[in-house]
């Protein structure tokens, strides 16, 4: 089966301006999870949604940033008035995780959106 | 504040040796660790994990070690392999309440032939 899809795999854009990152993950997974990395760190969480709510965004590091999963598959990550220190990849990944109880589901990573702000 | 910290930011070590890749953690209400394996230009990939309740636990050649009066982790690997040149991020996370995982900056492995 499919992986976790991430588009688009590269995306530059100048300073001030709104981008839209997508992830697909992969079918079945209830939990969807978005991270940053920036050079020379680890994956930083940002948002964490079970179906199509949001049920942890304390990640997010302010309000230019936004995500939606209106139907509970397909997310997209949405910054407003970019800025140079978004520039980062941006990972997103699933698992099948139903927090009905413990939880070590395996969370599975796309290959990233490499954004660059100029 | 890093919670997961990885204090090598490179290792090289020789085929067929054991790769040992540290990682240290500050919160003692962690109760679940995970290794994941990167490649360039690839998302992170699941490697191995441990509940707090283990000390130790093993798959193949990875096996990962637990101390948690010391707040360490370990990932052995042995005998290392060419493939296994790659980042490695410990990181950590909390059972029964969300499913964030913390995860460190990451240790650069090199194999050399």
């Known amino acids: 089966g499919a992986g976790v899809s991430q588009t688009p795999s590269n995306k530059v854009t100048e300073k001030g301006k709104y981008v839209e990152l997508r992830c697909d993950p992969i079918s079945g997974h209830t939990a969807l999870y978005w991270y940053r990395q920036s050079l020379g760190q680890g994956p930083e969480f940002l948002i964490y949604f079970q179906g199509t709510g949001a049920a942890d965004d304390s990640g997010l590091p302010n309000d230019r940033f936004f995500a939606v999963r209106p139907e509970g598959s397909v997310s997209t990550l949405k910054i407003q008035r970019t800025e140079r220190g978004d520039s980062a990849v941006y990972l997103c990944?699933?698992?099948?995780?139903?927090?009905?109880?413990?939880?070590?589901?395996?969370?599975?990573f796309g290959p990233g959106t490499r954004l660059t702000v100029l | 504040d890093q919670q997961v910290k990885q204090n090598s930011p490179s290792l090289s070590v020789q085929e067929g040796r054991i790769s040992i890749l540290n990682c240290d953690y500050t919160n003692s209400m962690f109760d679940y660790f995970l290794w994941y394996k990167k490649y360039p230009a690839e998302g992170p990939t699941f490697l191995i994990s441990?509940?707090?309740?283990?000390d130790k636990n093993e798959d193949g050649r990875f096996t990962v070690f637990l101390n948690k009066s010391a707040k360490h982790l370990s990932l052995h690997i042995v005998p290392s392999q060419p493939g296994d040149s790659a980042v490695y991020f410990c990181a950590a996370g909390l059972m029964n309440r969300d499913d964030k995982i913390i995860f460190g900056k990451g240790t650069r492995l090199h194999i050399l032939p």
């Open positions: 990944a699933s698992s099948f995780s139903t927090r009905e109880g413990p939880s070590t589901d395996t969370q599975y």
């Open positions: 441990i509940s707090s309740i283990k």
